[in-house]
């Protein structure tokens, strides 16, 4: 088990659900935050929140997808609490649109956000943790890295090129004291689906979510992945069920392709 206290962590995507409950928590575990996003109102409540239960964080507001911003970042932090210990992309969003012909432009922009934006932060988080020998950097996937959901598909793919870069990665430092996993969350009660139904042209989402029954809290995602930074592994999952389910979608190509072709159907039924 790897002690946390003291150890200085930055977090993307900071500002509400999994990126904030995940900033409490590591703070809680005694780690100084720097806490990252682009509003800057909701970043200084969750930094008053760590501050009222006795820990440390700073606020910098900026864009995942601008590699100065991530720097920057590192380098507020590494000036605050010393050198950095962890790091975790967290930021990015979704959209429900039909891939076929979703403009060329808004793929682009989502890639720039979910995985150029995880690169800018990992890379040069990497960097200073391969000279210290020892490091930990985590990126926010999905478990929907390991399939094309049907009007998701730049959302999966975007979520998949983290899955495998982050398994790249970790074998590539194998050794080095340095750790590197990836995070494959299932439905979580975020503000995520509000902002994936406005990007697809407003109203409700037709195909993403889960029921209330099966949703998780972005506090069981955190604990999960403070877990991992204390005793590190690859892959974070949450829910067993849906880490079977998946690995089963990924060895029975036919029958992921017979319910997603039912659930299509329904849809235009519907």
């Known amino acids: 088990m790897i002690d946390l206290r003291g150890k200085p962590i930055v977090i993307t995507g900071a500002s509400s659900g999994?990126?904030?409950?995940?900033?409490?928590?590591?703070?809680?575990?005694?780690?100084p935050v720097g806490l990252f996003a682009r509003r800057e109102e909701k970043l200084l409540k969750v930094k008053e929140r760590i501050e009222h239960d006795g820990g440390r964080a700073i606020v910098v507001v900026g864009d995942a997808a601008d590699p100065e911003s991530n720097l920057e970042l590192i380098a507020k932090a590494g000036e605050a609490f010393g050198d950095l210990y962890a790091a975790i992309a967290n930021a990015g969003y979704g959209a429900e649109?039909?891939?076929?012909t979703m403009p060329i432009e808004d793929i682009r922009a989502m890639f720039e956000v979910n995985f150029y934006g995880s690169m800018h932060l990992v890379q040069p988080a990497i960097a200073g943790f391969r000279e210290r020998g020892a490091g930990h950097?985590?990126?926010?996937s999905s478990c929907l890295?390991?399939?094309?959901?049907p009007n998701y598909g730049a959302y999966c793919a975007s979520k998949a090129a983290q899955d495998h870069f982050?398994?790249?990665?970790?074998?590539e430092l194998r050794g080095s004291g340095v750790y590197v996993s990836s995070v494959h969350p299932v439905g979580t009660k975020t503000e995520f689906f509000d902002e994936a139904a406005k990007k697809s042209g407003g109203g409700k989402l037709r195909l993403a979510g889960s029921s209330e029954r099966f949703m998780q809290t972005p506090e069981r995602v955190a604990g999960a992945m403070v877990r991992c930074?204390?005793?590190?592994?690859?892959e974070v999952w949450t829910s067993t069920l849906a880490r079977l389910g998946f690995g089963a979608s990924v060895m029975m190509p036919g029958v992921t392709d017979w319910v997603l072709g039912r659930m299509m159907e329904k849809r235009r039924r519907d």
């Open 145 to 149: 890295s390991k399939i094309g959901l």
């Open 166 to 171: 982050s398994r790249a990665m970790r074998h």
């Open 229 to 234: 930074l204390q005793k590190p592994r690859g």
């Open 97 to 100: 649109v039909e891939c076929a």
């Open 18 to 31: 999994i990126g904030a409950a995940t900033a409490v928590v590591c703070a809680r575990a005694g780690m």
């Open 137 to 140: 950097a985590m990126m926010v």
